[in-house]
């Protein structure tokens, strides 16, 4: 069964960036939306950023203009640019891809990654 793999994560100061990767473990089609997800101690997991195939986004208000989402649709793979990181974006980030089925969409999740912002 293919997997998704996240990259990326790590210890960085306020201000600082990261960017995260996340692919497929292997071959896999028909992914529509491509998304990542926060989860932060305590609280539940929430959405990030997403992008459609057809290349429409959506990102949350607490990181629009300082987060980038963007994909390569030839290989299912994922990306977030993190810019001017806060000590609040501190979670585990994960990927979640959409596949399109015959009975509609089945969402793959992948393990996560851990970005924590401390000075």
């Known amino acids: 069964q293919v997997e998704f793999v996240e990259s990326g994560g790590g210890l960085v100061q306020p201000g600082e960036s990261l960017r995260l990767s996340c692919a497929p473990t292997?071959?896999?089609?028909?992914?529509?939306?491509m998304g990542w997800y926060r989860q932060a101690p305590g609280k539940q997991r929430e959405l990030v950023a997403r992008?459609?195939?057809?290349?429409?986004?959506d990102y949350s208000l607490p990181v629009k203009g300082r987060f980038t989402i963007s994909r390569d649709n030839a290989k299912n793979t994922v990306y977030l640019q993190m810019d001017s990181l806060k000590p609040d974006d501190t979670a585990v980030y994960y990927c979640?891809?959409?596949?399109?089925?015959?009975?509609?969409?089945?969402?793959?999740w992948g393990q996560g990654t851990q970005v924590t912002v401390s000075s």
């Open positions: 992008i459609y195939e057809s290349g429409t986004i």
């Open positions: 292997g071959s896999i089609f028909n992914i529509d939306i």
């Open positions: 979640n891809a959409q596949q399109r089925t015959r009975f509609g969409y089945l969402p793959i």
